[in-house]
């Protein structure tokens, strides 16, 4: 019975965790936003130069 209890708070803080990373907040969407400029810097140097 004790280890039962042991893996339903496991389960709990495990889903609490996965709830939390689903929301993403301004500095990540800024990043992801970065991240997408820099995949399309080249693309877009290499029209410039054309």
Known sequence: ??????????LGLGLAVLAGCEQKGPMEKAGKEI????????????????
């Not at 019975?1 to 496991?10: C, E």
């Not at 991240?35 to 054309?50: I, N, S, Y």
């Open 1 to 10: 019975m004790r280890n039962l209890g042991h893996v339903v708070v496991s």
């Open 35 to 50: 991240q997408k400029a820099g995949e399309k810097a080249p693309d877009k140097l290499r029209d410039a130069t054309k």
